[in-house]
T-cell receptor
Framework: AQSVTQLDSQVPVFEEAPVELRCNYS??????LFWYVQYPNQGLQLLLK??????LVKGINGFEAEFNKSQTSFHLRKPSVHISDTAEYFC?????????????FGTGTQLKVEL | GAGVSQSPSNKVTEKGKDVELRCDPI?????LYWYRQSLGQGLEFLIY????????KSGLPSDRFSAERTGGSVSTLTIQRTQQEDSAVYLC?????????????FGPGTRLTVL
């Protein structure tokens, strides 16, 4: 079985500052990795995903994440945040093989961007 | 429709009652997932439907939970004899194809409160 840990439940940051949201995973098999964002009163939206290839993945809204297999991490970064980035961010994994794409999520990190 | 829709958006019920939650996936999407988001916990996978194949029920927490998908489209999640620990947001997602390449599009969720 796999698991996902998001150590930071809340991350406050000032507008235009850089931000990193941490995600670590545990799995005995190879995984696929995802970041989702949930804006207030909206459904989850895919930000980016790592399936294979380059370990640096770029997503929507200027976000990027780097897969580090040795550290079992997939941290999300943005060099300069905007007020509109205020939302909850979820890291998720799924394992290779089998049918479907059952996602295992972390508990989420609430990003609050302040002026 | 433009996206995944779920109804009702909110449901308050008494302990011991049965509830039905509905999900309308994006037209043409063959895969459908149910997840649960409980307070203080991450989203957890419940059940997965793909076309006419037998559903993957490996995430259902107890035999009080069941789901069906009629005609490969609308899905209903049923919780019998609800308990207070069933209180959560129930999310539905659909994807055009099964497997990791099929991006999951999430609905806004149904917030279930069991008194």
């Amino acid at each position: 079985a796999q698991s996902v840990t998001q150590l930071d439940s809340q991350v406050p940051v000032f507008e235009e500052a850089p931000v990193e949201l941490r995600c670590n995973y545990s799995s005995s098999v190879s995984v696929y990795l995802f970041w989702y964002v949930q804006y207030p009163n909206q459904g989850l939206q895919l930000l980016l995903k790592y399936l294979s290839g380059s370990t640096l993945v770029k997503g929507i809204n200027g976000f990027e994440a780097e897969f580090n297999k040795s550290q079992t991490s997939f941290h999300l970064r943005k060099p300069s945040v905007h007020i509109s980035d205020t939302a909850e961010y979820f890291c998720a994994v799924s394992t290779r093989g089998g049918g479907g794409n059952k996602l295992t999520f972390g508990t989420g990190t609430q990003l609050k961007v302040e002026l | 429709g433009a996206g995944v829709s779920q109804s009702p958006s909110n449901k308050v019920t008494e302990k011991g009652k049965d509830v039905e939650l509905r999900c309308d996936p994006i037209s043409g999407h063959t895969a459908l997932y149910w997840y649960r988001q409980s307070l203080g916990q991450g989203l957890e996978f419940l059940i997965y439907f793909q076309g006419n194949s037998a559903p993957d029920k490996s995430g259902l927490p107890s035999d009080r939970f069941s789901a069906e998908r009629t005609g490969g489209s609308v899905s209903t999640l049923t919780i019998q004899r609800t308990q207070q620990e069933d209180s959560a947001v129930y999310l539905c997602a659909s994807s055009l194809e099964a497997g990791v390449l099929g991006e999951q599009f999430f609905g806004p969720g149904t917030r279930l409160t069991v008194l």
